[in-house]
């Protein structure tokens, strides 16, 4: 079971994330409805080192 979903709170842009040990789930929060994307945990931690250091 994913446990509910997260975002940061005071942005216009945000992605929500849910997660459980198997999956973690993403998705726009403007639009709840729309697509999920689900990745596995270790792809999830690979995209936010990535961005993290992308961003510099």
């Known amino acids: ?3 509910p ?3 940061s ?3 216009r842009d945000c992605v929500e994330v849910a997660e459980s040990s ?4 993403l998705r ?3 639009n709840p409805a729309g697509p999920i994307l ?3 945990p ?3 931690s690979t995209f936010v ?3 993290s250091t992308s961003a510099e």
């Open 9 to 11: 709170s005071g942005r």
């Open 42 to 44: 270790a792809a999830f």
């Open 28 to 30: 726009d929060s403007k």
């Open 22 to 25: 198997a999956t973690v789930a």
């Open 1 to 3: 079971m994913l446990a």
């Open 38 to 40: 689900t990745l596995d």
């Open 49 to 51: 080192n990535w961005t």
């Open 5 to 7: 979903l997260r975002s």
